[in-house]
């Protein structure tokens, strides 16, 4: 069950990164942009998950929680120049 379950799992979040990749690069704002970024960064944390599932190995998932550390740091910065056109107050 789980060889059939891990390939089709897979082509779902390879379907979904192409049309949110598709969003990043047409985008019509820059808003829009930040999102689509974010989304591929859970969208790669889900295929790290997924993989790290079919290989049961956990070092998939702590790689995993680094990659979203990172991404929640970048994407908080990212809005945060957005909004006041700097990212640290002085």
Do not use: H, W
Request: glycine fraction near 8%; aromatic fraction near 6%; charge should be positive.
């Amino acid at each position: 069950m789980l060889a059939i379950v891990i390939p089709v799992c897979l082509a779902i979040l390879g379907l979904a990164s192409l049309l949110t990749f598709v969003r990043l690069v047409r985008g019509p704002a820059l808003v829009d942009r930040i999102v689509a970024l974010d989304t591929l960064n859970v969208n790669a944390i889900a295929v790290i998950v997924v993989l790290g599932i079919g290989l049961r190995s956990a070092m998939f998932f702590e790689a995993a929680l680094l990659i979203a550390v990172t991404g929640f740091v970048g994407t908080v910065a990212l809005t945060k120049y957005l909004q006041r056109g700097d990212i640290i107050e002085y």
